[in-house]
């Protein structure tokens, strides 16, 4: 699972970056079992503490969040913030070339 650089314990980060589990469990069947399925309901709106900075995820290069996007001042790229969720997928990502001005 490391190799192939699957996430590992996300339930514990939850808990300790403070986010709102409302639930946690796990499948009673998974299909494998170095892998088990999982599901963990986070409530919207918490007040996590986020402990490392976010990067452009095409990259790597420090964001900032900018009016309501998140921008990269290396890349000229712009990611949307909607409904409070950044939207940080390389498909979307604005080139943004006067975003600062």
Known sequence: MLNHGYITKLYP???????????????E??????????????????DAKVTQPLCCPITK?????????????????????LDGIPCLLPQNAILATKFLD
């Not at 069947?29 to 918490?46: H, Y």
């Open 61 to 81: 290069a420090d964001i900032s969040m900018v009016r309501n996007a998140y921008f990269s001042e290396h890349s000229l790229l712009a990611y949307p913030i």
């Open 13 to 27: 980060t939850a808990l300790e970056l403070g986010l709102p589990v409302v639930e946690y469990r796990r499948f």
């Open 29 to 46: 069947v998974s299909l494998n079992p170095l892998n088990p399925t999982a599901l963990m309901v986070i409530r919207k709106g918490g």
